[in-house]
């Protein structure tokens, strides 16, 4: 463990951690809601520290980021615990490891932020991934390890649910190149009742990100019964695009995991949304579904396919970053 940052001493030993909205106050000897972020003496620790729930080379479409560096490898990290109880979590295994309800899964101690950057490294890896379960709650090894990645020359990518407060943003963005946020819902009651999260937090998180230069992609999964009408598709992309209309957004299937047991997003509702955000965004991809072109990267310019993907199988059309077709630059990193 090592001592949190973020988090403010009372006087009778408990603490108020001030890393994510939730601001729990924690007793001695407790825990916060995430599960890692634990006090012992009046001091607030981080359990997760060093702890490995799983690491290996992945795709960098598996975050997914489509329109950075698309075709590589990136080195993937997590840990375990969460600050949100999605009753759809789709990785609950590693999310809620360590939580009572939770069958725990296996766990690596005893990492450092030095192991994992000369890992990246030796696997030839251009950056290292922060994902699997929620980094955010996971903020110093995160952040120690992103550092040291800066001055290696590798790129941090970050895949996260955006819930996380201004101050420890505003010190972690300096470290990120690229991240994709999780924005579950666009309504601010479904946020608080059915995800347990604060929209406006996630919205600022995506905006400061985007406004310092930060890569940013979106992925929105389209839960039956809950966050699956055309009409909040259509919001969500007009949010995205008052922001940056270039934003790639990504639309992904949900299948019933966890606690809920609604039936799959059917494709009809995948092909309806995707057309409708299209009329918004330049880039907007289907995930979790395989479906002709859907994940195929488009000239937002002249319609050419300008990256065609099979699954994880991507072949690339690009002159320079530009289409070789109409000159048009693809937005994005390449």
């Not at 825990?31 to 006090?39: F, Q, S, W």
């Not at 789709?90 to 192991?115: H, M, R, W, Y």
């Not at 395989?290 to 396919?305: K, P």
Request: net charge negative; aromatic share 10%; hydrophobic share 35%.
């Amino acid at each position: 463990m090592k001592e949190a940052l973020f988090y403010h001493k009372f006087s009778d030993n408990s603490v108020k951690c001030e890393l994510c909205p939730r601001s729990c106050i924690i007793e001695d000897g407790g825990k916060g809601y995430c599960g890692v972020r634990m006090c012992e003496d009046g001091k607030l620790f981080a359990k997760s520290y060093g702890v490995i729930s799983g690491a290996g080379l992945d795709p960098i479409e598996k975050k997914p980021l489509y329109n950075y560096f698309p075709g590589k490898m990136i080195f993937s990290v997590g840990s375990f615990g969460c600050n949100l109880k999605c009753p759809f979590c789709q990785n609950v295994s590693i999310s809620g490891a360590g939580q009572p309800d939770c069958k725990d899964f296996v766990l690596i101690p005893n990492a450092t932020p030095e192991s994992i950057v000369r890992t990246a490294i030796d696997r030839g890896s251009f950056g290292i991934a922060f994902t699997y379960n929620e980094p955010l709650v996971n903020y110093e090894f995160m952040l120690e390890t992103a550092e040291l990645a800066r001055q290696d020359g590798l790129k941090n990518v970050l895949v996260t649910n955006g819930q996380i407060n201004p101050a420890p943003l505003d010190k972690l963005i300096p470290f990120i190149d690229a991240a994709n946020i999780d924005l579950k819902s666009i309504d601010a009651g479904t946020y608080r009742d059915y995800i347990g999260g604060d929209l406006g937090v996630t919205l600022n998180t995506i905006s400061r990100m985007y406004n310092e230069g930060v890569h940013i992609e979106i992925t929105h999964l389209m839960v039956t019964g809950h966050v699956d009408s055309i009409d909040e598709i259509e919001q969500i992309a007009i949010w995205i695009k008052n922001l940056g209309m270039e934003i790639p957004f990504h639309i992904s299937r949900y299948f019933p995991m966890n606690l809920e047991k609604n039936p799959p997003t059917t494709p009809e509702a995948l092909l309806a949304a995707r057309k409708k955000a299209m009329e918004f965004l330049k880039y907007v991809y289907v995930g979790n579904f395989y479906f002709e072109d859907v994940s195929d990267t488009i000239c937002s310019s002249c319609g050419q396919t300008l990256i065609t993907r099979t699954g994880y199988d991507v072949r690339i059309d690009l002159d320079g970053g530009k289409c070789p077709k109409c000159g048009t630059a693809l937005d994005g990193v390449f």
